[in-house]
T-cell receptor, first 112, second 112 residues
Framework: QQQVKQSPQSLIVQKGGISIINCAYENTAFDYFPWYQQFPGKGPALLIAIRPDVSEKKEGRFTISFNKSAKQFSLHIMDSQPGDSATYFCAAWIQGAQKLVFGQGTRLTINP | NAGVTQTPKFQVLKTGQSMTLQCAQDMNHEYMSWYRQDPGMGLRLIHYSVGAGITDQGEVPNGYNVSRSTTEDFPLRLLSAAPSQTSVYFC???????????FGSGTRLTVV
């Protein structure tokens, strides 16, 4: 069973727009929330990550927003570019069990 | 520094055959994991290890075995291949779970 639910499954955004991908979880043992970016034929690569005691983290055009009470977190890509076209995965680290679980993934397409 | 190396990159098996997917890392990472990636299912954890001699099951362990005799290597064994095991398999490693995982480039396995 998927412990992290990700939506939407696919997303099309115009160049220069804002891309938003959402994730939700139930397990309160999660204590680290990374996002991964995957290009076709490649393995996922760490993009940005956040701890649950922080509500927002920004790195360049990429921002994670975290709502601990709602058990939700999201990735925002500002000024989306065609080079951002990829599959994005949210993930959560289970404290104690020492393992990383992933959401279902979102295929993002940025139209030029 | 090669990172995480997976071999082979492609493999076709007949139902009932066995094989081992190889994974090696040269970063002295303690944590290693195996994931499978299927459309619409995201990345699902098969088995993981927090150090040499220590392994544990993930979300979908049935039909797979692992061992971790050294820090560098974490092979995944398919005992009797089934068509349901057709997937892309990723090995990943991390110095510590919260520092992010480095993924290999994947093995695309087809079972006919």
């Amino acid at each position: 069973q998927q412990q992290v639910k990700q939506s939407p499954q696919s997303l099309i955004v115009q160049k220069g727009g804002i891309s938003i991908i959402n994730c939700a979880y139930e397990n309160t043992a999660f204590d680290y929330f990374p996002w991964y970016q995957q290009f076709p034929g490649k393995g996922p690569a760490l993009l940005i990550a956040i701890r649950p005691d922080v509500s927002e983290k920004k790195e360049g055009r990429f921002t994670i927003s975290f709502n601990k009470s709602a058990k939700q977190f999201s990735l925002h890509i500002m000024d989306s570019q065609p080079g951002d076209s990829a599959t994005y995965f949210c993930a959560a680290w289970i404290q104690g069990a020492q393992k990383l679980v992933f959401g279902q993934g979102t295929r993002l397409t940025i139209n030029p | 520094n090669a990172g995480v190396t997976q071999t082979p990159k492609f493999q076709v098996l007949k139902t009932g055959q066995s094989m081992t997917l190889q994974c090696a890392q040269d970063m002295n990472h303690e944590y290693m994991s195996w994931y499978r990636q299927d459309p619409g299912m995201g990345l699902r954890l098969i088995h993981y290890s927090v150090g040499a001699g220590i392994t544990d099951q993930g979300e979908v362990p049935n039909g797979y075995n692992v061992s971790r005799s050294t820090t560098e290597d974490f092979p995944l064994r398919l005992l009797s291949a089934a068509p349901s095991q057709t997937s892309v398999y990723f090995c990943a490693s991390s110095y510590g779970g919260r520092r992010g995982y480095t993924f290999g480039s994947g093995t695309r396995l087809t079972v006919v």
